[in-house]
């Protein structure tokens, strides 16, 4: 009598011990009775495209990326999604059964439910959305936010030539900004979005002028160690709708499952709770 195999998925990163991801996966199979594993796994750059080439024959149906490797994966993968293309950076791989690695990016998915789900009054068409920070998760917030239907993006990055090339892939809808007039980018925006690591433990604050906060604008951070951070606080203080970034790392999560161990899972209160352990 032959035994199925148990379908096995994971996350790849260096470091990766701190990743939240196999909390919110094991928590997932568990509450839908679902059989399969989903590990941590500690891959070095030099390693990344041997474990790739490897982790079909041992029973690895995908796996999620994390940094330093989204954008590595682009050049491994056999297949890229458009999103994944304009991106320029894979977080969700899938082990298909012709043998092809495929590539895709959820981060923008992931932001956009968050967003829906902390502030579902929030319309993308009420005005432009300021945007901190231009690396690869503003490229997928940029992205989704347009796709959503949001008229223009003000952006500003510490270093200015990062978002000049930004606009550049993106066009005119695209609006760059010193960051010491990030002042006048807020007060212009009906959302706010810190794509950057200021403000995590560890981390310098985001230190940028907020004063053009206003009650009616929504303020969102990707960061999400701590839950509560001070673009968030001074937010709250002046009166806005404020998300937490815990969400978008649940959500971007759910097509990868979905696709690995075929049931969509929910995120929930429960989920929540899973990853904060």
Same mark, same amino acid.
């Given at each position: 009598?032959?035994? %199925?195999? /148990? ?5 790849? +990163?260096s @470091?990766i011990?701190h990743?939240?991801s ?6 997932w199979?568990?509450t839908?009775?679902?059989?399969g594993?989903?590990?941590?796994l500690?891959?070095e ?5 041997q474990?790739?080439e ?13 940094i ?8 491994i ?6 999103r994944?293309?304009?991106i ?6 899938t082990f ?9 990016n959820t ?5 956009i ?11 993308p068409?009420n005005g ?5 920070g231009?690396g690869?998760?503003?490229? %997928?917030? /940029?992205?989704?936010?347009?796709d959503? +239907?949001? @008229?223009?993006i003000?952006?500003?990055n510490r270093?200015?030539v990062r978002?000049e090339?930004l606009?550049?892939?993106f066009g005119?809808?695209?609006t ?6 990030a002042g006048t ?8 979005v810190?794509?950057t690591?200021?403000?995590?433990i560890?981390k310098?604050?985001l ?23 001070t673009?968030?606080?001074t937010a709250e203080a002046?009166?806005c709708?404020?998300?937490?970034g815990?969400?978008m ?6 097509p990868?499952f ?5 049931a969509?899972?929910t995120?929930d209160h429960?989920?929540r709770?899973a990853?904060?352990?």
């Amino acid at each position: 009598m032959s035994l %199925a195999k /148990i379908p096995l998925a994971g996350v790849i +990163g260096s @470091p990766i011990a701190h990743s939240k991801s196999p909390q919110i996966h094991g928590h997932w199979l568990k509450t839908l009775g679902l059989q399969g594993a989903y590990i941590p796994l500690h891959v070095e750059p030099e390693d990344l495209r041997q474990v790739l080439e490897a982790m079909p024959k041992m029973g690895f149906i995908g796996a999620n990326v994390t940094i330093p490797h989204k954008e590595a994966v682009i050049e491994i993968a056999d297949i890229i999604t458009d999103r994944a293309a304009m991106i320029g950076a894979v977080n969700t791989i899938t082990f298909r059964a012709d043998g092809k690695i495929q590539g895709d990016n959820t981060d923008g998915y992931g932001f956009i439910e968050n967003l829906k789900a902390g502030a579902p009054d929030w319309v993308p068409g009420n005005g432009p959305a300021c945007v901190f920070g231009a690396g690869g998760a503003a490229r %997928a917030v /940029i992205s989704s936010l347009l796709d959503a +239907g949001v @008229p223009e993006i003000l952006l500003a990055n510490r270093t200015r030539v990062r978002a000049e090339r930004l606009r550049s892939v993106f066009g005119n809808r695209v609006t760059v900004y010193d960051w010491s007039q990030a002042g006048t980018m807020v007060s212009h925006a009906g959302l706010v979005v810190n794509t950057t690591s200021l403000g995590m433990i560890g981390k310098s604050e985001l230190r940028a002028p907020l004063d053009g906060l206003r009650a009616d604008t929504v303020v969102t951070d990707l960061v999400y160690a701590p839950l509560k951070t001070t673009l968030l606080a001074t937010a709250e203080a002046a009166g806005c709708v404020t998300v937490d970034g815990l969400g978008m790392l649940l959500h971007q999560a759910v097509p990868g499952f979905e696709r690995w161990f075929g049931a969509r899972p929910t995120v929930d209160h429960e989920t929540r709770l899973a990853a904060l352990r």
